[in-house]
């Protein structure tokens, strides 16, 4: 069974699904998905990512402020870790730097809301999500300064070069691989989804965006996880099944889930 580890059912078009939350779960559970990490962006929607955790036994979910998200409410150290305490909350984030289209007043929040998760994330002893992009040398070194092996987490979307995969695993994270290990244009990154110890990956769809091939350019679905895990077989020429189980166990390592 498949685990995407990284959606945003919260922000998914359900109009293909009939408006119906359940049938975009069901068409996802049809095709192999067994577990959904639904990961928050913002304070002001934790409800929307929280409500499913708390309906689906097979939801996890997380609470954390995406760097591209300044507009939005910035909490501090214990806010984080007061909405953190909730069983569903299986990790901290998304959080990180993005790097992409940043002015100086952008970097200093950004940097600051980092140390933040990163913080809750020690103090409630949950693993981080994060965000990178543009930013490869700045992310590892605030996870060195902050300690953030103490709890380690995900490099979601991983789509960086071997040496940071490297680095990022030294602090004891994982590597997360969505559609863009799909893409034709991504020669580097499926060398890297090669190299990556077989206990050290996940997947993922970071649904509604980023869908994979055959579906690019669509909107994305957590049922689409099972093209990401198709192509991570055809990398490390190994069966669907064994991406779908090593991925899963990954997951409930990582996450503490029983
Ligand atoms: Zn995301």
Same mark, same amino acid.
């Given at each position: 069974m498949l685990t995407d580890s990284h959606c945003h059912l919260d922000k998914v078009d359900l109009e293909p699904f009939e408006n119906d939350f359940d049938n975009m779960i069901n068409a996802a559970t049809e095709n192999d998905v067994s577990q959904f990490l639904c990961v928050c962006i913002d304070?002001?929607?934790?409800?929307?990512? %929280?409500?499913?955790?708390?309906?689906?036994?097979?939801i996890h979910c997380s609470v954390g402020v995406h760097p591209t998200h300044k507009e939005s409410y910035s909490p501090s150290v214990d806010? %984080?870790?007061?909405?953190?305490?909730?069983?569903?909350?299986?990790?901290?984030?998304?959080?990180?730097?993005d790097y992409f289209r940043c002015? @100086?007043?952008?970097?200093?929040?950004?940097? @600051?809301?980092?140390?933040?998760?990163?913080?809750?994330?020690?103090?409630?002893?949950?693993?981080?999500?994060?965000?990178?992009?543009?930013?490869k040398e700045d992310t590892i070194r605030i996870l060195r300064e902050e300690n953030a092996e103490?709890?380690?987490?995900?490099?979601?979307?991983?789509?960086?070069?071997?040496?940071?995969?490297?680095?990022?695993?030294? %602090?004891?994270?994982?590597?997360?691989?969505?559609?863009?290990?799909?893409?034709?244009?991504?020669k580097e990154l499926q060398e890297v989804a090669k190299l990556v110890p077989e206990d050290r990956f996940l997947?993922?769809?970071?649904? $509604?965006? %980023?869908?994979?091939?055959?579906?690019?350019?669509? $909107?994305?679905?957590?049922?689409?996880?099972?093209y990401v895990a198709e192509k991570m077989a055809d990398l490390r020429e190994c069966s669907y099944q064994h991406i779908a189980k090593v991925s899963t166990d990954n997951f409930n390592k990582l996450f503490k889930i029983s």
């Open positions: 304070t002001e929607h934790f409800q929307d990512v %929280l409500k499913p955790a708390q309906q689906y036994s097979n806010e %984080l870790i007061e909405l953190a305490i909730h069983q569903e909350v299986v990790a901290i984030g998304e959080t990180g730097l002015d @100086d007043e952008d970097m200093t929040w950004q940097h @600051d809301m980092f140390r933040n998760h990163i913080r809750a994330a020690i103090a409630t002893q949950k693993p981080l999500i994060i965000h990178t992009r543009s930013a103490k709890v380690g987490g995900v490099m979601h979307c991983f789509a960086e070069d071997w040496d940071t995969a490297q680095k990022s695993m030294d %602090l004891n994270f994982y590597i997360s691989f969505s559609g863009i290990v799909s893409f034709n244009s991504a997947i993922e769809t970071d649904s $509604p965006w %980023l869908a994979p091939v055959p579906k690019r350019g669509r $909107p994305n679905q957590p049922a689409y996880v099972k």
